[in-house]
């Protein structure tokens, strides 16, 4: 009997699989670093108060600059899910979320990888590839649910291709599900008519081709309307990307070398291997790639969905349109599912406490005297989400889409030491207390020479100052 090639005996097939689909998930997803942003609390606080008043809030309940003017809380549901996993485990329960996340998304990718590659070079080369890239934005906020349903979505649109017709219309409550827990949906809605375009172009049946895909089209316009906050929903991921402090947040500003040097490492390789192995793609996948490429390089934010999106598409592109022998056995798949049961389950059951930093100051805000927690504070942008956690009402936090332009930038000037900016906020909320991060020099420098102001608390993450 001939021995099978050691690349495809079953052990050394599994092996990529597990590291790459359980493995590498399990270790990111549960690096504190998940939690190194301030947007998570407020995240984790909107769930909580969802879950425990049945509804959800249609005015703002957390800030006293704020509170009772319009919001549109549209990333709920992934706030109900890790409210929920907080309340279960703490951030442990957070992490274990994330964690299946991130296998669900390195699963999918994996599998469909693997009908055209080898399993070494679908389950570690492209998953830590993509894993890398993800890594600047890996972190325990809504946008990190979407990324597994991003792939699936796309999955769904190119089996409906290789079957030459469009996707069932069932899998258009995709999108329901995705505009309940992220912005992102709207770019879905791009790969599908992408795809459709494809369709028209390729098909021999032009006018069946434009018929089903419509009908497709349609069903998706419908599915994004069946959500908890109705047309404002639907409509504020396109209202939100006009807001003009948008290059005050650091996601939002253009890719940097400085800042991801790994993207752009990762995109030196790919032009490599589009010039060494001359991959074939439909031109419109090709502009996909290309329009993805291009948001990544204008905002930092979209590289998690370009290198998704790459790694979903080009494995075909790179096998030249020609499948490899595919394994009918499920054995892989179901190991795969039972073994992140597994892992996610030991995730919970591990205790998790985030360190104290610049996103998580626990101990500095634990160290405020009683009587001040309830008064009127200016507080460091980062720090109004674990200030809404705590129980204290911030000056401002992480959701500037609803504070406006006008607050926002008005805030930016306090925190870079205006000073006639800072009294006219001091007398306009009657603002008792300050907390901010070491980092913000000018404005702690400003604060030590204004006569009525006297530092209280300080630690290695930030000072307390108090008004006399």
Excluded at 258 to 271: E, N
Excluded at 363 to 380: W, Y
Aim: aromatic fraction near 10%.
């Amino acid at each position: 009997m001939t021995e099978a090639p050691a690349a495809e005996r079953p052990a050394s097939s599994l092996l990529p699989m597990l590291v790459g689909v359980l493995l590498l998930p399990a270790a990111l997803g549960s690096s504190w670093t998940i939690f190194n942003d301030g947007d998570v609390s407020w995240h984790i606080a909107t769930g909580r108060w969802i879950l425990e008043h049945g509804r959800l809030p249609t005015t703002d309940p957390f800030s006293f600059t704020w509170v009772g003017k319009a919001w549109v809380p549209i990333e709920w549901l992934a706030e109900v899910l890790y409210a929920s996993a907080y309340r279960l485990a703490g951030y442990a329960g957070v992490s274990a979320i994330v964690t299946a996340a991130l296998m669900a998304l390195n699963g999918i990718v994996y599998f469909n990888a693997r009908r055209w590659m080898p399993p070494l070079i679908a389950g570690v080369a492209l998953l830590v590839v993509m894993d890398v890239v993800l890594i600047p934005m890996l972190l325990a906020r809504p946008h990190l649910l979407a990324w597994p349903l991003m792939a699936l979505w796309i999955w769904l649109m190119m089996r409906a291709r290789e079957k030459d017709r469009a996707p069932p219309l069932p899998a258009a409550l995709l999108i329901t599900l995705w505009a309940n827990l992220h912005g992102s949906f709207v770019f879905g809605l791009a790969i599908a008519a992408a795809f459709g375009l494809e369709a028209l172009i390729s098909s021999d049946d032009r006018v069946r081709a434009f018929r089903q895909w419509l009908i497709f089209g349609l069903a998706c316009a419908v599915a994004v309307c069946i959500n908890a906050n109705g047309i404002e929903g639907a409509l504020h991921p396109l209202t939100f990307t006009g807001l003009e402090m948008l290059p005050m947040i650091n996601e939002w500003k253009p890719s940097s070398v400085r800042v991801t040097p790994f993207y752009f490492v990762t995109l030196a390789i790919l032009l490599a291997l589009l010039v060494w192995k001359r991959p074939r793609l439909h031109p419109v996948r090709w502009f996909l790639i290309a329009t993805f490429l291009a948001a990544a390089l204008y905002q930092a934010r979209h590289q998690s969905m370009f290198i998704i999106v790459a790694a979903m598409i080009m494995p075909e592109g790179f096998a030249r349109g020609r499948d490899r022998p595919a394994d009918s056995s499920r054995i892989p798949m179901l190991i795969a599912v039972a073994g992140a049961v597994l892992l996610v389950g030991v995730r919970l059951a591990m205790p998790l406490v985030p360190p104290e930093n610049e996103t998580n100051p626990w101990k500095l805000i634990a160290s405020v005297p009683p009587e001040l927690r309830s008064q009127p504070v200016l507080n460091d942008y980062s720090f109004g989400g674990p200030l809404i956690l705590a129980g204290i009402r911030p000056f401002v936090d992480g959701r500037g889409d609803m504070y406006g332009d006008r607050f926002v930038l008005g805030y930016g000037e306090i925190i870079r030491g205006n000073h006639k900016a800072f009294d006219t906020a001091v007398s306009q909320w009657n603002i008792r207390w300050v907390i901010v991060p070491h980092r913000e020099r000018k404005f702690i420098s400003m604060l030590r020479r204004t006569p009525g102001w006297r530092q209280i608390r300080q630690n290695e993450v930030g000072v307390v100052f108090a008004r006399s």
